[in-house]
């Protein structure tokens, strides 16, 4: 379906579309044709016709984009093959895209939704054990903070989406066998729900307490946007490490809607007219190049002094300037992920359906659908977090021998051959064969 070089099938001069395209006079027609297409021509049409129906989408030819989905919803499926699966949810998006068009509408379709605390818990947990991406990050990201607070007596830890206890248990478990004996450990939570940091704090107090080791858990409920750094309790004294797991790209939403704003108001200013159009927001001039929200909350952590700050990001260009780039790249690394669960999953087993529709799922609908502050799945590529971090005065720390051997042992005892771990300027990157999908970076202060 995609090429090694990373370019789609639906590209190529030879595409077996454009026989398709000539079958099909009229989008919207049940043929039977299309129920008789073998998995792989099946793929590429269903590419074929969401790419036409995401440029209807994006040029407001609501009626063509209407036509395509119909016919598209003849071939999609949330529990067929993985093109079928991926079809359905990236159809859904773009569907709500088109709703939004009619707010109205979309709130009244969308008012009795109800988000459950549990079920937001359940689905991120079903992600830890059927994936080993964030094993690997948390092993990577214990294994930096480790070897930083060597002879340190004082450890405060900064995490700052403390949503899954399990990575701070190892901590502990490993801490508790330092040959100098374990540090006072003091674990900072950041997170917008409290029944959250309630599991957290009690699961890690339980560990500690039978491990014999001080340790303290403070608690802050804030969304990181929002954060007040003077809730986070920095003390003279401690050796602080800062952990980062999939949280900082939310931040790009907060500098897209400034922009937006100060656009507005600049067009108002100047005697112009403004009204916004569905890519408004991401094709505005100031938003490539604006993130002072980022800007200063990096500033922020920096001056915190941490000795180790671990970053994990999924490694996808999620945030490009309009709706069709944003499809093309999703499709690619969402693809990668579906077939991670083809591979080693059944296409019944609810658990994988509820990952599908609950995770990546309303990850792609906010992707495609979405936008200016409302858009936060803004993933971006490594090398761009590098140059974030340089700016902002942080020094790359390479992630040690000790951490990546742990990590590829980690990987092999998984029953699928798949996954892989490339070092990448003095980083790691977790891959699928070899398609690159989290990065994980650590940093300390450059003065």
């Excluded at 995401?54 to 067929?80: C, K, T, Y």
């Excluded at 900082?248 to 809607?257: K, V």
């Amino acid at each position: 379906m995609f090429h090694d070089d990373g370019s789609s099938s639906v590209t190529s001069s030879s595409s077996p579309l454009q026989f398709f395209s000539t079958m099909s006079p009229s989008l919207g027609s049940p043929y039977q044709w299309l129920r008789e297409l073998k998995s792989e021509e099946r793929g590429l049409y269903l590419i074929h016709l969401l790419l036409s129906c995401a440029n209807h989408v994006a040029n407001g030819s609501l009626e063509n984009a209407n036509l395509a989905l119909d016919q598209i919803s003849q071939l999609a499926s949330p529990d067929g093959d993985t093109m079928q699966r991926i079809a359905a949810y990236f159809t859904e998006a773009l569907a709500q895209r088109i709703l939004k068009s009619w707010p109205g509408l979309h709130k009244a379709l969308n008012s009795t939704r109800i988000s459950s605390v549990s079920e937001e818990m359940l689905v991120r947990k079903l992600f830890f054990d059927m994936f080993p991406f964030l094993k690997v990050a948390f092993v990577l990201t214990n294994q930096a903070i480790i070897e930083a607070m060597e002879g340190e007596k004082v450890v405060h830890v900064i995490d700052l989406n403390a949503a899954e206890p399990a990575q701070w248990i190892a901590l502990i478990q490993a801490l508790s066998t330092r040959p100098e004996g374990p540090p006072h450990l003091r674990i900072t939570g950041i997170h917008p729900q409290k029944e959250v940091l309630d599991q957290m704090a009690h699961r890690l107090t339980e560990e500690a307490e039978k491990l014999d080791i001080p340790f303290q858990f403070n608690s802050v409920v804030s969304k990181l946007e929002n954060l007040d750094f003077d809730k986070l309790r920095v003390k003279t004294g401690e050796a602080l490490a800062i952990s980062s797991v999939l949280q900082l790209h939310s931040l790009l939403a907060a500098d897209d809607y400034a922009s937006l704003i100060a656009l507005k108001n600049s067009l108002l200013a100047n005697g112009y007219g403004y009204s916004q159009s569905p890519d408004s927001v991401s094709s505005s001039p100031l938003s490539p190049n604006a993130s002072a929200k980022m800007d200063s909350f990096l500033n922020s952590l920096w001056g915190l002094s941490p000795k180790i700050m671990v970053v994990t990001e999924q490694d996808s260009n999620h945030n490009g300037l309009t709706l069709m780039e944003r499809l093309l790249e999703a499709l690619y690394s969402y693809a990668a992920l579906f077939d991670c669960l083809e591979s080693s999953v059944s296409r019944t087993s609810m658990e994988r359906l509820k990952v599908e529709k609950m995770l990546f799922g309303e990850e792609i609908k906010n992707i495609i659908a979405c936008e200016g502050f409302e858009r936060k799945e803004r993933h971006e590529k490594l090398e761009k977090w590098i140059q974030r971090f340089d700016l902002a005065c942080f020094g790359n720390v390479p992630l040690s021998y000790c951490g990546m051997l742990q990590a590829r042992r980690l990987l092999q005892s998984y029953n699928c051959d798949g996954y892989r771990i490339a070092e990448d300027n003095r980083c790691v990157l977790i891959c699928w064969h070899d398609r690159p999908l989290f990065s994980v970076s650590a940093w300390s202060c450059r003065k």
